[in-house]
T-cell receptor, first 114, second 110 residues
């Protein structure tokens, strides 16, 4: 089974801090994604990556950046955390280049910015 | 553009059936369905491609009506384990990124 591991289950940060959310997958998947989940809004795509050092903006990239230095690891960075970035963050991976294989999600990181 | 899911929430008793709909205003290539239990990761259920095929997964099946740009998820003889939030994700082209609906909360009571 594919395993997608997010380094923290819960994080509490202060406004203005730089925040790193880490995600690792163990199945050599090419594609990795960061979503944000908020009640009533579903899952919204922040950034995704098709390969090492490749990244593309999703639907809500403002205030975020990403890093993918190794195939198995995809990091989400909040350059200066703000209270409106308090949310559940989900990482996902999938096999293949632009095919229709399913997404495999991590358990999520619940971030609170105070 | 985000697909619209309906209903927003539904409560069932064990053994009852339910239908969850996912509608788009644009032509779709594929529809994905996921279920998320409380505090857990979303789990893949099935993918449907344009062509109107119907798929099944245990007592959960789905259809894709290309003309209506709508997919429906059918849950028959519901079990307590079916409780969770169901999300549809839609793609307008092959391999395109998924855009998810807001989710449908399903609760099955004994």
């Amino acid at each position: 089974d594919v395993k997608v591991t997010q380094s923290s289950r819960y994080l509490v940060k202060r406004t203005g801090e730089k925040v790193f959310l880490e995600c690792v997958q163990d199945m050599d998947h090419e594609n990795m994604f960061w979503y944000r989940q908020d009640p009533g809004l579903g899952l919204r795509l922040i950034y995704f990556s098709y390969d090492v050092k490749m990244k593309e903006k999703g639907d809500i990239p403002e205030g975020y950046s990403v890093s993918r230095e190794k195939k198995e690891r995809f990091s989400l960075i909040l350059e200066s955390a703000s209270t409106n970035q308090t949310s559940m963050y989900l990482c996902a991976s999938k096999l293949g280049d632009r095919d229709n294989s399913p997404l495999h999600f991590g358990n999520g990181t619940r971030l609170t910015v105070t | 553009q985000q697909p619209v899911q309906s209903p927003q929430a539904v409560i069932l008793r064990e053994g009852e059936d339910a239908v969850i709909n996912c509608s788009s205003s644009k032509a779709l290539y594929s529809v994905h369905w996921y279920r998320q239990k409380h505090g857990e990761a979303p789990v893949f259920l099935m993918i449907l491609l344009k062509g109107g095929e119907q798929k099944g997964h245990e007592k959960i099946s789905a259809s894709f009506n290309e003309k209506k740009q709508q997919s429906s998820l059918y849950l028959t003889a519901s079990q307590l384990s079916y409780s969770g939030t169901y999300f549809c994700g839609t793609a307008m082209e092959y391999g395109n990124k998924l855009v998810f609906g807001a989710g449908t909360i399903l609760r099955v009571k004994s």
